[in-house]
């Protein structure tokens, strides 16, 4: 077993820092303040390859594997945890299901300019009554000649406003529960798709979540994305992926509140001596350091038996639960170790340990995670 990187990721990890250091990190605070959408962030990530990062180079992507994915979002979130999920968001939620379920001409049309970062896309799941239960969906669309017209209300899109095409899930035959749903590409400007409001969060505050409305909307038949009643196993299948992505945000937090609790506690006097020397302190920071190199490992080996070629959802939901409960945990600790200072928004604990919340909600609760893989032990695995 080794647990080294090879030399192209080491030169990659160093490649992102440097970018993520000089380019991400100066505005972020200002963007969490602003919560507008990152515009010249996602373009500058797209100079990288970041935004295709495992996407082949023949549809205009970087051609890399899910190692390096996992270790460019952490090295993302580290510095701005909303660009972060704005790439991971992209990367695996949009991306992903068009390369592996798509056709040729849905690749050509909606795959190689999001790959390329010339367009950004958007996954839309989560409705009012559809969260956990993704199962639940309430929004139908029916053939009517040669479209499909959608109806129906989606929640908490990141990249929603700025998405040039969203992957939308939708019942297409209610009886049939699961395999009655199915899963379209659809466009912005297409008749009858419309952004409604937008969320102000409590973190990740510039990732461009909002509603997405479907009224009568108009959906080429061709866009269906696999055969119809593929809906739901699209969706698992990329939440999946997914989860590498959210589990590499969180460790790319959890190091960031660590960085920033270790050059506090150097800086701050109390009693006459740096914090750092006092007990109290190193043992939090002990416990940070520990946890966070146990999920990064966790996350390093969901993405290592994704490349195998071997299933993953096991080691990729581990990964996920326990990489956003280690961030969230430590990010308790920051604002400790800050004291007051780590309460107000002049100092950046505060604003890390409000990103570091959502990553155990999103793309499947902690519960949610929990119960996957107690199903899968239980099922023999």
């Not at 990187?5 to 990659?12: A, G, N, T, V």
């Not at 790439?87 to 040729?104: E, M, W």
């Not at 590499?248 to 050059?263: C, F, H, K, R």
């Amino acid at each position: 077993m080794n647990f080294q990187l090879s030399e192209e990721h080491i030169m990659l990890k160093q490649a992102v820092r440097s970018f993520a250091e000089k380019e991400l990190k100066p505005k972020a605070a200002e963007y969490d303040r602003s919560r507008q959408y990152p515009y010249e962030n996602v373009k500058k990530a797209a100079d990288l390859n970041l935004m295709g990062i495992m996407i082949p180079e023949q549809y205009g992507g970087g051609g890399m594997d899910t190692m390096s994915y996992s270790i460019a979002i952490e090295e993302v979130s580290r510095c701005c945890a909303s660009t972060g999920v704005i790439i991971s968001a992209h990367n695996s939620l949009y991306c992903h299901p068009v390369q592996y379920f798509g056709t040729d001409e849905q690749k050509e049309r909606y795959l190689t300019p999001f790959a390329k970062g010339e367009k950004i896309g958007a996954f839309c799941l989560t409705e009012p009554n559809a969260g956990s239960d993704a199962s639940n969906q309430a929004t139908t669309a029916v053939l009517k000649g040669d479209r499909y017209l959608l109806n129906g209300t989606k929640l908490f899109v990141t990249n929603g406003t700025a998405a040039d095409a969203m992957i939308v899930f939708a019942t297409t035959d209610r009886e049939k529960k699961v395999y009655g749903i199915s899963a379209f590409v659809v466009e912005k400007g297409f008749q009858g798709l419309a952004k409604g409001k937008d969320e102000v969060k409590l973190g990740i505050t510039c990732s461009g979540s909002c509603e997405i409305v479907l009224d009568n909307c108009e959906v080429p038949k061709e866009n269906l994305l696999g055969k119809g009643g593929d809906g739901f196993k699209i969706a698992m299948n990329t939440l999946e992926e997914g989860r590498i992505g959210i589990a590499a945000q969180a460790v790319g937090i959890a190091q960031a509140v660590l960085d920033e609790s270790i050059a506090y506690a150097k800086m701050r006097t109390q009693f006459g001596k740096p914090i750092a020397e006092f007990q109290a302190i190193q043992w939090m920071l002990s416990d940070m350091a520990t946890e966070i190199e146990a999920a990064r490992l966790l996350n390093y080996k969901a993405a290592a038996t994704k490349d195998a070629g071997k299933r993953y959802g096991f080691e990729s939901s581990m990964a996920k639960l326990f990489s956003s409960e280690v961030a969230m945990k430590a990010a308790v600790k920051g604002v400790q170790i800050f004291g007051g200072y780590g309460y107000i928004n002049e100092y950046p604990m505060e604003r890390l340990f409000r990103d570091a919340k959502i990553t155990e909600i999103y793309e499947g609760t902690s519960e949610v995670q929990r119960l996957i893989i107690s199903s899968m032990l239980l099922k023999g695995k």
